[in-house]
């Protein structure tokens, strides 16, 4: 019976000593490739299976780019963990290699390490063989392939189409917007074919003459009746008063024609003319024939009651006077 205590007491420590080294040793890495035989360039996938505890940091270091000499390394997947029985967590993950030279390799043990110790995998063989070529058969032989040509996609080319119509569209508005420029000259007594010789308001009331004469009303172009007798004001007023009326609006005119004392008399007059061929040209109003030619002669009464007079010439420099006197209405 003593004897018996003491081997227990031997047992139990041996027994605790084992339990601890398995424990330690718990950590395992196993290696197994697809296709142990590839021909030169071909691939095949090295798959690796860490076993481990749940909760203890491993690492398992892979080479990125060269398992070993004359074998290449081109992928690695991602680790793919999943929890088994006994509280165990089994890893696995693909690495892709290939070769380029004939010969028989022994691929070197992967290793994965934790806090305790190092494991090394099993050893696996890859044989790699070149193509047999029958020299005895030349006709066997085929000459290398041409590249061949995708098939035509138009979406492939919407980017170079939309490109090339902004690009066309761009170089439109700039030409737009130069031509623009260009038609758009400053209004000066210069550009406005003044005649030096004549005063503002005889060179006013032959326009209007001439308005008169064309009878556009009567017509039906009562837009462009109504923008020839305002243009006509306009380029009165600038020549006469020096105000750039050809770019202002009516109501720009108006206002500064109050500050003309020499017009404060026929402001109304101006007013009713600028107004009413706004309605025409931007309401599309159509007045009446009486408003029509009321227009006209306030054109012609504002000319004449804000011009300026001049000293009486001779004679012989009043043979063509009769022509600049207004139409009868």
């Not at 605790?16 to 395992?28: D, F, K, N, P, R």
């Not at 006994?86 to 994965?112: A, C, G």
Request: charged share 25%; net charge negative; with cysteine.
């Amino acid at each position: 019976m003593r004897l018996n205590r003491l081997k227990s007491l031997y047992i139990v420590p041996v027994l605790l000593i084992w339990g601890v080294m398995l424990h330690a040793q718990s950590t395992l890495i196993d290696a197994k490739i697809d296709n142990p035989d590839i021909l030169i360039g071909e691939q095949t996938t090295v798959k690796l299976t860490i076993t481990t505890d749940v909760g203890k940091l491993v690492y398992w270091p892979i080479p990125a780019d060269t398992l070993m000499t004359g074998v290449e390394v081109l992928m690695i997947s991602k680790p793919d963990s999943t929890v088994i029985d006994n509280n165990r967590l089994m890893i696995q993950q693909d690495v892709l290699i290939t070769s380029f030279d004939e010969q028989l390799y022994l691929l070197p043990p992967f290793k994965v390490i934790d806090a305790s110790d190092t494991t090394y995998s099993n050893q696996i063989a890859l044989k790699v063989s070149t193509v047999e070529v029958n020299v005895d058969a030349p006709e066997e032989f085929y000459d290398i392939k041409d590249i061949w040509k995708p098939p035509f996609v138009l979406a492939d080319y919407y980017p170079i189409i939309f490109g090339i119509l902004l690009t066309l569209f761009i170089i439109c508005v700039i030409g737009y917007i130069i031509q623009r420029m260009r038609n758009r000259k400053p209004v000066t007594a210069h550009n406005l074919n003044d005649d030096p010789k004549l005063p503002p308001h005889e060179l006013a009331i032959r326009e209007l003459n001439e308005i008169k004469i064309q009878k556009l009303w009567q017509q039906g172009r009562n837009k462009e009746y109504y923008t020839q007798i305002t243009d006509t004001l306009r380029r009165y007023i600038f020549r006469r008063f020096g105000i750039n009326a050809m770019e202002m609006t009516s109501y720009e005119i108006l206002d500064l024609i109050t500050r003309e004392s020499d017009a404060k008399s026929v402001y109304d007059t101006l007013k009713q003319i600028l107004q009413l061929a706004d309605l025409v040209k931007f309401a599309k109003w159509r007045p009446l024939p009486d408003e029509n030619d009321l227009s006209m002669a306030y054109a012609y009464l504002f000319v004449n009651q804000t011009k300026i007079d001049e000293p009486e010439k001779a004679d012989g420099e009043n043979s063509n006077s009769d022509e600049d006197k207004p139409t009868d209405l």
